[in-house]
T-cell receptor, first 111, second 113 residues
Framework: QKEVEQNSGPLSVPEGAIASLNCTYS??????FFWYRQYSGKSPELIMS????GDKEDGRFTAQLNKASQYVSLLIRDSQPSDSATYLC???????????FGTGTRLKVLA | KAGVTQTPRYLIKTRGQQVTLSCSPI?????VSWYQQTPGQGLQFLFE???????NKGNFPGRFSGRQFSNSRSEMNVSTLELGDSALYLC????????????FGDGTRLSIL
């Protein structure tokens, strides 16, 4: 099992819909998780950090962490064409503090 | 607060040459990581430096090396460049050791002719 896994997509949603992005992680990854957005040709930009079980909301974004099932998700409400990008999930390994990134999910929001 | 600064932004080299890329982290950040990203690929981890020591290393050949200075600035060196080294090289900094996220610079786009 990869340490952080994501479906590569593309995930296509219509404008105004909710986009749901998912990520699973292995036992080696600790309880700090992050979502980054990367536009084509640009560097990753931090969107959300989540450290404890449950939901964390920031504007149109909601991150969810389920430690029992070892998954993290990102919900984007009222999706806009400008949300079209690759979304990277990341965690930190226990002890070695190594950041592990998933391969990213490409999101397409259709106008 | 200034973000992560990478220089140069663009670089063109020929096969066999060597190159040095620079990264200045966010003030107060002691951890600097380097990644390689090729078109359509995910982030490939090169190495991480924390307080001038290499703390983690990826699976890249010895041609790729790095160092960190006492002010936390970091450099990455690639020797004997190959065509396959053409990529976006990203630097990311974090406080280090406290579970906080990394913040990325804009990257250096390296092209090998």
């Amino acid at each position: 099992q990869k340490e952080v896994e994501q479906n590569s997509g593309p995930l296509s949603v219509p404008e105004g819909a909710i986009a749901s992005l998912n990520c699973t992680y292995s036992d080696r990854v600790s309880q700090s998780f992050f979502w980054y957005r990367q536009y084509s040709g640009k560097s990753p930009e931090l969107i959300m950090s989540i450290y404890s079980n449950g939901d964390k909301e920031d504007g149109r974004f909601t991150a969810q962490l389920n430690k029992a099932s070892q998954y993290v998700s990102l919900l984007i409400r009222d999706s806009q064409p400008s949300d079209s990008a690759t979304y990277l999930c990341a965690g930190i390994t226990s002890g070695t503090y190594k950041y592990i990134f998933g391969t990213g999910t490409r999101l397409k929001v259709l106008a | 607060k200034a973000g992560v600064t990478q220089t140069p932004r663009y670089l063109i080299k020929t096969r066999g040459q060597q190159v040095t890329l620079s990264c200045s982290p966010i003030s107060g950040h002691r951890s600097v990581s380097w990644y390689q990203q090729t078109p359509g690929q995910g982030l490939q981890f090169l190495f991480e430096y924390f307080s001038e020591t290499q703390r983690n290393k990826g699976n890249f050949p010895g041609r790729f090396s790095g160092r960190q200075f006492s002010n936390s600035r970091s450099e990455m060196n690639v020797s004997t460049l190959e065509l396959g080294d053409s990529a976006l090289y990203l630097c990311a900094s974090s406080v280090g050791g406290d579970g906080q996220p990394q913040h990325f610079g804009d990257g250096t786009r390296l092209s090998i002719l």
